[in-house]
């Protein structure tokens, strides 16, 4: 008997192909949820590392110079006491922590500059400094990385636009442009005016460098309870200065104090710095995104954010807090500036121990404003 045996191909349905794609699609997509939560945790990590090393820097600044790297140098006032171009001439605190984060050469390109008749750390307030720059120049002033937190995006450079970029509202002088920074200062502000509340912080001082013209406006100086304040003038030029401060004065200790935090810059401002987009609200303009150079003046605080602020002439408090990166913060008090990171539910912060927290975007405005401070003598847990 011949039996004769046919085969019959074997093959998928039509419906067993779609559910194994689905089957894929899925996996696949699990899978780069994954990888973007993996490369998002360790963007955090290097976020928090560069966090870490600005700490060691500020330790090394006061165990070099012997006190607290001041927050700029220059007071932003003129000789007579009176709002200037001078304003625009603060160095803020990053040229001075270059040289305890291995920047000694970038350092000394500030130290010894000279442009236009002016010296040293006064020559970047207009916007033909960095543009007399060859672009080899630019990059190199653009090349401290720890600077900048990766989870916002490659930023390293802003251009003030010559038109419309942020002006000095009395001069006009544009805001030079320069590397920005991801990371802000603690500003905690009693008001000069203010004659209800005693602070230790507000008498802190030495007269004899005080006094007189070369150093208008210290009253407004030691109404900062944060942990940088501007420098002693020697001369008003600003290039010859010291530290006003020592970690021994901050009476809350140094773990109980937050020094630097990321800055909430909205999404809309990200690598911007111009006045002319919302003019109508000065809050915004606070949240540009400009050179970290400068402290700027209040229209545009750059390298700061607001933890605390009492206005006493009318008695108000400011607590400005964590906001989500997509916020747009429109309070209509230019000082309430606030902390914020492109993290999710997270803002990392620099203590004063050099140790590094996250806090979540939910903490207490109220625990992070006494954290702001140095000396309200209280310890909070956070």
Same mark, same amino acid.
């Given at each position: 008997i !011949?039996? =004769? !045996? +046919?085969? =019959? @191909?074997f093959g998928f349905t039509l419906v067993e192909l779609l559910v194994v794609i689905a089957i894929i699609g899925v996996l696949i997509a699990l899978l780069l949820l994954a990888v973007q939560a993996a490369r998002e945790a360790a963007r955090r990590m290097q976020c928090t590392s560069h966090l870490k090393q600005i700490g060691l820097a500020v330790h090394n600044f006061h165990d070099t110079k012997k006190g607290v790297p001041p927050a700029c140098i220059g007071a932003g006032f003129g000789s007579t006491g009176?709002? &200037?171009e001078t304003r625009w001439r603060r160095a803020s605190i990053w040229p001075l922590l270059y040289p305890h984060m291995e920047q000694q050469a970038l350092y000394e390109r500030y130290a010894n500059a000279s442009f236009d008749g002016k010296q040293g750390f006064n020559v970047w307030f207009t916007q033909p400094w960095w543009a007399s720059l060859t672009e080899a120049e630019q990059k190199e002033h653009t090349s401290v990385s720890i600077t900048i937190c990766p989870s916002r995006g490659k930023r390293v450079a802003i251009s003030a636009d010559p038109v +419309?970029? *942020? /002006?000095?509202? +009395? /001069?006009? /002088?544009?805001m030079v442009s320069g @590397? #920005? +920074?991801d990371y802000a200062l603690v500003i905690a502000f009693n008001s000069a005016f203010n004659t209800t509340v005693a602070s230790h912080w507000q008498w802190i001082g030495k007269p004899e460098i005080d006094s007189g013209a070369n150093y208008a406006g210290i009253v407004n100086n030691n109404a900062q309870r944060g942990p940088f304040r501007m420098a002693h003038l020697t001369n008003h030029d600003g290039n010859t200065w010291m530290p006003q401060d020592e970690?021994?004065?901050? *009476? &809350?200790? *140094?773990s109980n104090i937050v020094f630097f935090g990321e800055k909430h810059i909205p999404l809309e401002l990200v690598g911007k710095c111009v006045d002319n987009i919302w003019s109508s609200d000065t809050s915004i303009r606070n949240? #540009? &995104?400009?050179?970290m150079l400068l402290l700027s003046e209040s229209r545009a605080i750059t390298t700061a954010r607001v933890a605390y602020f009492y206005r006493g002439s009318d008695g108000t408090e400011h607590k400005p807090g964590i906001v989500p990166q997509n916020l747009i913060y429109t309070s209509i008090d230019v000082n309430s500036i606030p902390f914020g990171s492109a993290h999710t539910n997270i803002c990392n912060f620099l203590i004063g121990d050099g140790s590094v927290r996250g806090l979540p975007t939910t903490i207490s405005v109220d625990i992070l404003a006494k954290l702001g401070t140095v000396d309200d003598k209280t310890t909070v847990p956070f």
């Open positions: !011949i039996m =004769k !045996i +046919t085969w =019959k @191909p009176s709002w &200037d +419309t970029g *942020l /002006t000095d509202s +009395t /001069t006009g /002088t544009h @590397p #920005v +920074t970690f021994s004065d901050f *009476l &809350d200790g *140094l949240q #540009v &995104d400009c050179s």
